[in-house]
Structure formats: structure tokens, C-alpha cells
């Protein structure tokens, strides 16, 4: 079983930043496609951020220029740098990871980012 957990979150003014970790349990990692999704208050879950296996990425229009995936395969953790935060990406955070492989998919417990303003 692979256990994906996440940390980093907390509550920080507008235009301040945050660094979001997320740490699998396992090497399986390396064949990983990771995702950061976030779900605001009376929203839907959305798709933030996205890393290949060979670390291409995308982003949601509504945080490009602003937060930046990464990963490090070494320890099986993918990062999410959020800068210039804004009262609209509170939220919880969640960490996805699908293992290319089985295409099976894992989540973490989610962590919650506040923007006050």
C-alpha cells in the first residue's frame, strides 16, 4: 500500500508564500505521475499542478506564474511553491500520485492552506 503524506500548509497573508511537501512511502515514486489538487470552501476539487515521471509540467490557468511543482526522486516527495498566494487558493490541498505501471491512483489526507487578506 502506498501512503502519500503531505505537509507544509498553514494560514499566511495575501502575497505571501507557502511550500507544500508530499512524501511517499515508497520507491514506486520514481514511476509516479504526481499531482497537487486543491478543494476551496463550496468548491469543486480542482487540478492544480502536474509532474511527469520525467518532470514536464502543467498548471491551472489560476496559478500560472505563481506556484511551481517539483519533485525530488531521490525522496520520493513532490513539492508545490506557492507564491503571491491569494484569498481565492484557500483550500485544502491534497496530494495525488497515479503509478503509470497498474494506473493506480493514491491520495493524501489533504492539508489546508489559509489566505487571509
Known amino acids: 500500500q502506498v501512503e502519500l503524506v503531505e505537509s507544509g500548509g498553514g494560514v499566511v497573508q495575501a502575497g505571501g508564500s507557502l511550500r507544500l511537501s508530499c512524501a511517499a512511502s515508497?520507491?514506486?515514486?520514481?514511476?509516479?505521475?504526481m499531482a497537487w489538487y486543491r478543494q476551496g470552501p463550496g468548491k469543486q476539487l480542482e487540478l492544480v499542478a502536474r509532474?511527469?515521471?520525467?518532470?514536464?509540467?502543467m498548471y491551472a490557468d489560476s496559478v500560472k506564474g505563481r506556484f511551481t511543482i517539483s519533485r525530488d526522486n531521490a525522496k520520493n516527495t513532490v513539492y508545490l511553491q506557492m507564491n503571491s498566494l491569494k484569498p481565492d487558493d484557500t483550500g485544502t490541498y491534497y496530494c495525488?500520485?497515479?503509478?503509470?505501471?497498474?494506473?493506480?491512483?493514491?491520495w493524501g489526507q489533504g492539508t489546508q492552506v489559509t489566505v487571509s487578506s
Open positions: 495525488n500520485g497515479r503509478h503509470l505501471p497498474s494506473s493506480r491512483e493514491y
Open positions: 515508497t520507491n514506486i515514486f520514481t514511476v509516479m505521475i
Open positions: 509532474i511527469t515521471v520525467g518532470g514536464s509540467t
